[in-house]
């Protein structure tokens, strides 16, 4: 005997068993009185034994109709929850833990992504302060924006981590209103001060050891509009003091890039494919929408 018995059919039959009535089964599942019959039919034949012993007014049900009408409402409820759940859960937001560099365009990213988690009812953004290539690549962090070479020396993602775009980060070089001091106050990274060291600057512009690079471009503002020496900061940044003016007899650079990448362990997940196309989106765009924190 085939024992696959037809889900249709044991569910009609567990709504007559409940309502105690074809009419009652027929309005609660929208299905005709007589199909409901005729698939009833079916499933007895198919276990060999009746379910009813009279189909009359009240119906009565066999021993063995009994006991599977009562298995089969306790099966039922319990399929209902698990459905409820499982719909439940299908509705809650998808996690995306989104790791951005400290620099001068944190915050910018920050409000971008805030407002695309609050138009997109499927995502839940968190925010990671700090994240590397290893934290991407092993899904501790499940997209990260990484500090980079300008483009000019492109890298390669690794099997497991999805690239991105990369995008420059333009800089230029500050120094306060009406005063010119010459030591420069440059990038913090290995990378950062090898552009600057490759740069030809005017040979009166001192050029320290790293030990003068600033985390912060706020600091580094600070500093200059202080006069302490003269700030390379990105172009579009929020944090320059109004009282810098840009150094129009030194070159713009771009000092690093941004690059993303993204677990491959999220490669099919519909929410981290959207963050991902939403960031890439965003650093191809006008740079001073990307740091001032205007969507396009």
């Not at 009609?12 to 039919?41: M, W």
């Not at 915050?107 to 990671?128: F, K, M």
């Not at 003016?245 to 362990?265: K, N």
């Given at each position: 005997?085939?024992w696959?018995l037809?889900?249709?059919?044991?569910?009609?039959?567990?709504?007559?068993?409940?309502?105690?009535?074809?009419?009652?089964?027929?309005?609660?599942?929208?299905?005709?009185?007589?199909?409901?019959?005729?698939?009833?039919?079916?499933?007895?034949?198919?276990?060999?034994?009746?379910?009813?012993?009279?189909?009359?007014?009240?119906?009565?049900?066999?021993?063995?109709?009994?006991?599977?009408?009562?298995?089969?409402?306790?099966?039922?409820?319990?399929?209902?929850?698990?459905?409820?759940?499982?719909?439940?859960?299908s509705?809650?937001?998808?996690?995306?833990?989104?790791g951005?560099?400290?620099?001068?365009?944190?915050?910018?990213?920050?409000?971008?992504?805030?407002?695309?988690?609050?138009r997109?009812?499927?995502?839940?953004?968190?925010?990671?302060?700090?994240c590397?290539?290893?934290?991407?690549?092993?899904?501790?962090?499940?997209?990260?924006?990484?500090?980079?070479?300008p483009?000019?020396?492109?890298?390669?993602?690794?099997?497991?981590?999805?690239?991105?775009?990369?995008?420059?980060?333009?800089?230029?070089?500050?120094?306060?209103?009406?005063?010119?001091?010459?030591?420069l106050?440059?990038?913090?990274?290995?990378?950062?001060?090898?552009?600057?060291?490759?740069?030809?600057?005017?040979?009166?512009?001192e050029?320290?050891?790293?030990?003068?690079?600033?985390?912060?471009?706020?600091?580094?503002s600070?500093?200059?509009?202080?006069?302490?020496?003269?700030?390379?900061?990105?172009?579009?940044?929020?944090?320059?003091?109004?009282?810098?003016?840009?150094?129009?007899?030194?070159?713009?650079?771009?000092?690093?890039?941004?690059?993303?990448?993204?677990?491959?362990?999220?490669?099919?997940?519909?929410?981290?494919?959207?963050?991902?196309?939403?960031?890439?989106?965003?650093?191809?765009?006008?740079?001073?929408h990307?740091?001032?924190?205007?969507?396009?």
């Amino acid at each position: 005997m085939d024992w696959r018995l037809n889900t249709q059919h044991l569910e009609q039959y567990e709504s007559v068993f409940r309502t105690r009535g074809f009419r009652k089964a027929s309005r609660e599942l929208s299905v005709s009185h007589n199909t409901i019959r005729k698939n009833i039919e079916r499933l007895e034949a198919q276990i060999g034994k009746p379910l009813f012993a009279s189909k009359g007014s009240p119906l009565q049900f066999t021993t063995l109709g009994e006991q599977i009408g009562q298995c089969l409402m306790s099966e039922l409820k319990l399929l209902s929850r698990i459905n409820a759940e499982i719909r439940a859960l299908s509705e809650l937001p998808t996690g995306v833990i989104v790791g951005i560099p400290a620099i001068e365009s944190t915050q910018a990213l920050h409000a971008h992504l805030i407002r695309l988690a609050n138009r997109s009812p499927c995502l839940e953004i968190e925010l990671a302060s700090h994240c590397d290539l290893n934290d991407v690549m092993s899904g501790l962090v499940h997209l990260g924006i990484f500090l980079d070479r300008p483009t000019a020396q492109p890298t390669i993602a690794p099997d497991d981590c999805i690239g991105g775009i990369r995008i420059d980060v333009p800089h230029a070089f500050y120094s306060a209103r009406n005063s010119y001091p010459e030591r420069l106050i440059g990038g913090y990274t290995d990378e950062e001060w090898e552009v600057l060291e490759s740069l030809s600057l005017p040979s009166s512009i001192e050029v320290p050891s790293k030990q003068y690079g600033i985390r912060s471009a706020y600091e580094r503002s600070q500093l200059a509009s202080a006069g302490y020496g003269i700030a390379c900061l990105p172009v579009y940044g929020k944090e320059h003091d109004p009282t810098l003016v840009e150094r129009t007899d030194l070159p713009r650079v771009s000092l690093h890039s941004l690059h993303i990448g993204m677990s491959a362990l999220f490669a099919k997940s519909a929410a981290h494919r959207l963050v991902r196309s939403f960031l890439i989106d965003l650093l191809t765009g006008e740079p001073e929408h990307l740091f001032s924190g205007q969507s396009k």
